[in-house]
């Protein structure tokens, strides 16, 4: 089966080969006396495409799928650093996966316009895999939207469960303590405050002026190390929200950013913030390692058993956790992730096949809501490779080696979406830390991006990105002030291809509004 559209640049493009189908087959296979056995169907064939994948076929969880959803599953194996490279070489020779792995929007949108990819209503998937629906539809519903090419769905959101989560300002108690305040600071004034005293007031008590309120990552990218600050201003830098006559503007442009620019200014001057924020890549741990009292991340990171939470425990740090800061707006908004990153697909000639099709999407669902197959695909047989206690799963000592286990078909190669359902949380935190969770995000506003989706005039303009980084860092050193040369900011921004994007962002979220 030839695809046309297929647009490669690899030279071996000549000709297509043929791709087999699993199409679902009955066979009758006469019993001695003669008489026909009852109708057998033949396992459907799926070619399987994820990363981290086993190394030799027939891997325990393999042989399990095959045998409870009657398939045969076909391993692509791809090294996920080589991994656009390898796969053009692939499809070049017409080699489809059926089950396919998508990293992100724009592999979305570049194999959907090559017309290697099925389309998946949205509707269609709603009725296939409902848990997911209904996640999706309870928490970010706009999330439907971000994966549409031309109006059109490719691709099934893998549901990213933090990213509907608030980012929280974390604070080191005891500095808090130190510096009279038993609580976290609630607005704009107070957490000045913090930070000045953070700076000032010996809050380690070592007697050095060694200590900061807060840094950035300037290095990697400084916007999420302040997203408290411009939260307070209802913004996010690097995000599209809505304005005041409801079109969408960009983060950075905003006043609001130029208010929160003012403010990080004014504490890089008078020496409050990391003078070192600009080289910060973020290794140093400054937040852990008490060079600083505020810090923000994901909420699992903060948790007693995360990655800094559990060094912020050895080192002696009792964590408080913040609350949107209000402002000169109001109420304070905290940023978030969003809910879609990467996404599931499904080959043009799987989309052809409704056997196939139909078995794809029984396996994705399965793997989401079903306890049993969870289980299966991360940890096994229960007795043999892990035991339940205290209602988790813990494995056993001769299967903890990673490398063992992704060979044994554990992980995400199969249980791709396992780890992305709320419904298998009980099996990771505790039902403390999730009720936790739960009650700091109750209520809280968020930040959301508006904008998503593909936007096709970006790519021509590839330097906007380091003009946005270039000036981010500018406004808060002082190098650029945040009146004319805010402004002149803005008007680089916008003749570098801010105009022609804004115009083309609001044009498509006008169209996605109208279809909903």
């Known amino acids: 089966m030839k695809h046309h559209g297929l647009k490669m640049t690899i030279a071996s493009v000549l000709a297509a080969s043929v791709v087999l189908s699993g199409c679902t087959k009955t066979e009758v296979t006469p019993s001695q006396s003669g008489n026909p056995t009852p109708q057998v169907q033949k396992p459907v064939e799926i070619s399987w495409l994820s990363f981290d994948f086993p190394e030799q076929d027939g891997s325990l969880v393999q042989n399990w799928i095959e045998k409870k959803f009657n398939v045969k599953i076909k391993n692509m194996r791809i090294d996920r650093q080589n991994w656009k490279d390898q796969l053009n070489l692939r499809l070049a020779t017409n080699e489809l996966p059926d089950m396919w792995l998508l990293w992100g929007t724009a592999d979305v949108s570049t194999y959907s316009q090559q017309g290697l990819l099925a389309e998946l209503p949205i509707e269609e998937i709603k009725k296939k895999m409902p848990t997911l629906a209904e996640f999706i539809d309870k928490n970010q519903p706009s999330a439907w939207n971000d994966g549409l090419i031309n109006g059109k769905s490719y691709g099934i959101p893998i549901t990213n469960l933090e990213g509907v989560l608030p980012l929280h300002p974390f604070y080191n108690g005891d500095w808090l303590k130190a510096v009279g305040y038993n609580q976290p600071p609630t607005t704009l004034k107070e957490l000045e405050d913090v930070l000045y005293k953070f700076r000032n007031n010996d809050p380690d008590g070592n007697g050095k002026k060694d200590t900061f309120g807060l840094t950035g990552y300037g290095k990697i990218g400084a916007a999420?190390?302040?997203?408290?600050?411009?939260?307070?201003?209802?913004?996010?830098?690097?995000?599209?929200?809505?304005?005041?006559?409801?079109?969408?503007?960009?983060?950075?442009?905003?006043?609001?950013?130029?208010?929160?620019?003012?403010?990080?200014?004014?504490?890089?001057?008078?020496?409050?913030?990391?003078?070192?924020?600009?080289?910060?890549?973020?290794?140093?741990?400054?937040?852990?390692?008490?060079?600083?009292?505020?810090?923000?991340?994901?909420?699992?990171?903060?948790?007693?058993?995360?990655?800094?939470?559990?060094?912020a425990k050895k080192n002696g740090i009792n964590l408080m956790v913040g609350k949107a800061l209000e402002g000169p707006y109001g109420p304070g908004k905290l940023a978030m992730w969003g809910l879609t990153g990467n996404y599931i697909g499904m080959s043009v000639d799987a989309g052809k096949n409704p056997a196939k099709k139909e078995k794809i999407y029984e396996i994705l669902n399965s793997f989401y809501s079903d306890k049993d197959s969870y289980l299966m695909s991360q940890f096994g047989e229960d007795g043999v490779h892990y035991s339940m206690e205290n209602g988790k799963p813990v494995i056993k000592e001769d299967f903890k080696d990673s490398k063992k286990r992704i060979n044994m078909g554990f992980g995400n190669y199969y249980g791709l979406l396992s780890r992305k359902s709320k419904a298998f949380e009980p099996f990771t935190y505790s039902a403390e830390e999730i009720a936790q969770r739960d009650q700091l995000a109750q209520g809280v506003e968020r930040v959301v991006n508006e904008a998503k989706f593909i936007i096709p005039s970006a790519v021509k303009y590839p330097d906007l990105v380091n003009i946005e980084q270039e000036y981010f860092i500018k406004f808060i050193t002082g190098e650029v002030d945040t009146d004319k040369g805010f402004d002149r900011f803005v008007e680089t921004w916008n003749k570098s291809g801010g105009k022609e994007i804004t115009e083309e962002v609001n044009k498509i979220y006008k169209e996605l509004s109208l279809k909903k």
């Open 224 to 311: 999420d190390s302040f997203q408290y600050v411009f939260g307070a201003h209802h913004v996010h830098p690097k995000s599209w929200s809505k304005d005041k006559s409801g079109n969408l503007v960009y983060g950075i442009t905003t006043e609001g950013a130029r208010e929160s620019f003012k403010l990080l200014n004014k504490w890089f001057k008078d020496g409050v913030l990391d003078p070192e924020f600009i080289t910060n890549d973020g290794k140093r741990n400054d937040f852990e390692n008490k060079r600083v009292g505020i810090s923000t991340e994901n909420w699992s990171n903060f948790r007693e058993n995360g990655k800094i939470g559990q060094l």
